[in-house]
């Protein structure tokens, strides 16, 4: 399996402003089908809360800054900051992930390998569990 990991992005700014480069299969591991962000939440908000059967994503604070924990069921947790909008976290399928700690002027970037489909979402951490023990590879 691929590993969670922080990306390091392509700057191309120059005296105009900064510019950010982020390919699929160049700068992450899969393609994009699927881009969504979320603003408006604080430091109260925990998201996510939830691993993916089949999506990998990649998250990035595009402003602002929040904190991403990522579990994999076998009891292995890590807390990755996100605070610059040239650095992102790369998630594989299947870790659970919580992201919380959003400033006020947070804007995350979600970048997703596949369409939405509710179906391979898992939002129940028992069963999270309960897969991954199950998972001879695991
Ligand atoms: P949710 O998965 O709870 O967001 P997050 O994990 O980022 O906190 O999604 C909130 C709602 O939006 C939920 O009803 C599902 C819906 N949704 C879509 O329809 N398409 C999407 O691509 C995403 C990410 C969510």
């Given at each position: 399996m691929k590993a969670v990991q922080m990306l390091e992005f392509s700057q191309k700014g120059d005296e105009r402003g900064h510019l950010v480069i982020v390919e699929g299969?160049?700068?992450?591991p899969f393609e994009i089908k699927r881009v969504f962000y979320i603003y408006g939440?604080?430091?109260?908000v925990v998201r996510g809360q939830h691993a993916n059967r089949k999506s990998e994503f990649v998250l990035i604070n595009v402003a602002g800054t929040s904190k991403v924990r990522v579990r994999d069921g076998k009891g292995n947790e890590a807390v990755f900051s996100l605070n610059r909008p040239h650095t992102g976290i790369y998630l594989p399928k299947m870790v659970w992930k919580d992201m919380y700690?959003?400033?006020?002027d947070s804007v995350l970037l979600c970048l997703a390998?596949?369409?939405?489909?509710?179906?391979?979402?898992?939002?129940d951490y028992a069963e999270f569990e309960k897969i991954i023990s199950n998972c001879k590879e695991a």
């Open positions: 299969m160049k700068d992450i939440s604080d430091d109260k700690d959003f400033s006020e390998s596949e369409h939405y489909d509710a179906e391979e979402y898992i939002r």
